[in-house]
């Protein structure tokens, strides 16, 4: 019985010690299972951490040395290297006709102008003379261009009423005043040259000019400062001539031609020095006898002159004293009767100048220019 019962036991211990060897080879299993598991863990954490770390170290050294470069992706979105500023807003296109015109204006030459007023009076212009609606978009860049010399006490009229006028019409605008350096004959056609060549020089969007003696002012906003399909003549009814168009054919004072247009003609010619109502050579000849001889530019270029209503494009003109050095040319006709022989040659093509000054002044651009000396007239008799 003893003997029986030793060996039931002896069995029973050899299977609790099979059993405890069993679970201490599990125990052992899963102890390296796990262990194997947490080293895998740990690895894949150390390796991303360095990738994460570098990625932004090299990509902004790349971006300070390169600001176009792209840097290495990693995998995931990458931030805009800067945030866009915000975005402008899209105006409305400007009116063809503007809503702020007065119609009629009174205009007189008595009240003192010092410039300071008129700069006063023009907050929204910028240095140069330049201005931009601030409420909608025109469909044209206006070059205003003044041929210009000795004429200070005009050329503050002329800012005083012309900014507010074409501020209502709605313009983006400039205004270019070309000064003729020396005391030398004056040569009006040349400076008009040299102001279309220069205003496009500062700005290539300019696809309007209007040509503007200084000592003629508006009478009425709605006269618009504009180029349209023909060459446009705006001051057809001066005081001095009665408030009635000259001749037919006149195109003087103020007149306005597009891009296009002006190429097509070449220009005013630069050999016309002195006086000699050399704005008329640009018009289709007239009834009138003076006109027979007059320089068919526009016509012969197939174009037709347009004005405004009489009762709109009526002018003040500032009296003054005819200028020094401004006699009338003695060739003057002998050189309008030769025009469609040397309109090819002689224009904006063939334009020989050397600009002296640049002066940016609040309410205009002064740029002051040699074109050279008129050659010597024979003698008349």
């Not at 971006?63 to 992706?73: E, F, H, L, M, Y």
């Not at 037919?248 to 306005?256: E, I």
């Not at 004005?307 to 309008?336: A, L, S, V, W």
Request: overall charge positive.
């Amino acid at each position: 019985m003893s003997r029986l019962l030793g060996g039931t036991l002896e069995r029973v211990c050899k299977a609790v010690l099979l059993l405890c060897l069993l679970h201490f080879l599990v125990a052992v299993i899963l102890y390296f299972d796990v262990y194997a598991q947490h080293l895998a863990f740990f690895s894949r954490f150390s390796a991303r951490g360095p990738s994460r770390a570098l990625h932004p170290a090299a990509s902004s050294s790349t971006n300070c040395s390169r600001p176009n470069a792209t840097a290495p992706s990693s995998g995931l979105p990458e931030a805009p290297s800067a945030r866009p500023g915000p975005t402008a807003p899209v105006l409305p296109p400007c009116p063809d006709s503007p809503p702020g015109l007065v119609g009629r204006l009174l205009i007189e030459f008595t009240s003192p102008m010092p410039l300071e007023r008129v700069q006063r009076e023009n907050p929204g212009v910028l240095l140069g003379g330049r201005y931009t609606p601030p409420d909608c978009t025109p469909a044209q860049t206006v070059a205003v261009i003044i041929p210009f010399r000795h004429r200070e006490h005009h050329l503050r009229y002329w800012l005083h009423y012309l900014h507010p006028i074409l501020r209502r019409q709605r313009l983006r605008y400039g205004i270019y005043v070309i000064n003729q350096h020396g005391e030398d004959t004056f040569n009006r056609a040349k400076l008009l040259n040299v102001g279309f060549l220069e205003a496009l020089k500062e700005d290539s969007t300019y696809n309007c000019f209007i040509f503007s003696d200084v000592d003629l002012v508006p009478m009425d906003d709605r006269n618009l400062y504009r180029c349209g399909d023909q060459p446009r003549h705006f001051a057809i009814a001066m005081d001095k001539f009665g408030f009635r168009l000259p001749y037919a054919g006149y195109f003087g004072g103020v007149s306005g031609l597009n891009k296009s247009q002006f190429l097509r003609i070449n220009g005013f010619p630069n050999e016309y020095w002195g006086w000699g109502d050399w704005a008329g050579l640009f018009a289709h000849p007239g009834a009138h006898s003076s006109l027979a001889v007059l320089d068919p530019r526009i016509s012969l270029a197939g174009m037709k002159i347009s004005r405004p209503d009489i009762r709109i494009g009526r002018y003040r003109m500032i009296k003054h004293d005819r200028d020094k050095h401004n006699e009338p040319n003695p060739q003057r006709f002998t050189k309008i009767q030769n025009t469609k022989l040397t309109m090819k040659r002689d224009g904006i093509g063939s334009v020989r100048y050397q600009v002296l000054e640049v002066s940016r002044q609040p309410l205009f651009t002064n740029i002051t220019v040699d074109i050279g000396r008129p050659p010597s007239w024979p003698p008349r008799g």
